[in-house]
């Protein structure tokens, strides 16, 4: 998972990162970081902004 994909793990402890858990299949949680994304969005980040929409 590249940085300019992911920006919210460049600057996270690898305590925060490893601590992510799978709410329901194939959608992934990280608490620490408040950071929510899908298998989708994993595989292929082209296809989502990186800015949310309002």
């Not at 919210?8 to 601590?19: C, I, M, Q, S, T």
């Not at 329901?24 to 949310?52: K, N």
């Amino acid at each position: 998972m590249p940085y300019a994909d992911f920006p919210w793990f460049k600057d996270a402890p690898v305590g925060k990162v490893l601590n992510v858990t799978e709410p329901t299949p194939g959608h992934f949680f990280w608490p620490d970081l408040d950071v929510d994304l899908g298998i989708e969005s994993i595989e292929h980040p082209e296809r989502f902004s990186l800015v949310a929409k309002s």
